[in-house]
């Protein structure tokens, strides 16, 4: 059974988790209203992935005989500039998500919560990926800049992700 303070911080990533696929799903739709439908197919991705991180965080809580606290999703606020500025805005959530993934498995060692402190081993390596994934976006982006042609190759390559 979880503590208290571990059920309640779980339904908190939980909802963090959900808002991120919001989130994700609100920029592919500007991503598609620009014309760059290859970074719009990533982020929809991208929305899939955080929400079935949500759901594997809903299902660990009912395993643990915890309680699921679904919270309203706010709308997500951020600024289009450039696709530049877009993946830095990313990067900069996904570390919000990594840290608050860290101070959770901090908490859960703190109470010697071994089931829980595993099952978040899981998502501190997936926020690896996930910061390197957009990282070599930003990257990409910063080397070849954002002229016509190596916008093209890169929302391209983009797209391809399964």
């Not at 919001?22 to 920029?27: A, C, F, Q, V, W």
């Not at 390197?132 to 929302?155: M, R």
């Amino acid at each position: 059974m979880l503590s208290d303070r571990i059920n309640e911080a779980l339904n908190s990533q939980l909802n963090k988790e959900f808002y991120s696929a919001y989130l994700y799903m609100s920029i592919s739709a500007v991503a598609e209203e620009c014309g760059l439908f290859g970074f719009a197919k990533w982020l929809r991705k991208q929305s899939q992935e955080e929400i079935e991180h949500g759901e594997k965080i809903f299902d660990f809580l009912i395993d643990r005989k915890g309680s699921v606290t679904l919270e309203a999703i706010s709308k997500p606020e951020f600024c289009y500039n450039n696709p530049l500025e877009l993946f830095k805005f990313i990067y900069e959530h996904e570390k919000s998500i990594t840290k608050s993934i860290m101070e959770l498995a901090q908490q859960a060692e703190d109470e010697c919560d071994r089931m829980t402190t595993m099952f978040l081993d899981w998502y501190i390596n997936e926020q690896v990926e996930e910061e390197s994934s957009v990282l070599k976006i930003i990257k990409q982006l910063n080397q070849f800049g954002e002229n016509g042609g190596a916008l093209y190759l890169i929302d391209n390559e983009a797209g391809k992700r399964e």
